[in-house]
């Protein structure tokens, strides 16, 4: 059936959804293992002996860094936003029934069994800014529900 108006609103609101979230709903698979990838966040905890094995000890290992990405105010949204996607890659892949979700916007976050999303983004930004919340601390609440 063609409804011209109805076309016209489909065409509009899609035009506000993120193209991720579209690759996403086409591969959600693949559109995980992109944000496992994590590159400087992995290659910052290699350069200190850390290896990022997408476990929750890997979480209190990073916590445990010295945050020297603070000392360069380009490198540290990306390590923050790395850490997010990390940290939300190890909860989605220890926690029985946690998955990714994307926002309309495109901003990934972690829906629990429960139904509370975490914000895993914005949790490594504040993270890699202040070294609060933990990420370990973020995960053992996540692992509670």
Not at 56 to 72: I, T
Request: aromatic residues 6%.
């Amino acid at each position: 059936m063609n409804i011209p108006f109805l076309d016209n609103w489909r065409k509009r609101h899609e035009a506000d959804r993120s193209p991720l979230v579209s690759a996403f709903d086409r591969d959600p698979e693949g559109a995980a293992e992109l944000l496992a990838e994590c590159e400087l966040l992995r290659a910052r905890a290699q350069e200190a002996g850390v290896v990022l094995d997408d476990t929750p000890l890997s979480l209190v290992a990073l916590d445990q860094l010295p945050p020297r990405w603070r000392d360069d105010p380009e490198e540290l949204p990306w390590v923050g936003n790395d850490a997010g996607l990390y940290l939300g890659t190890v909860v989605v892949r220890t926690v029985p029934g946690a998955g990714w979700r994307l926002r309309p916007d495109g901003q990934p976050v972690v829906l629990l069994p429960s139904g509370r999303e975490i914000d895993v983004v914005t949790a490594g930004l504040d993270w890699a800014v202040t070294g609060v919340p933990e990420l370990s601390q973020i995960y053992a609440e996540a692992a509670e529900f």
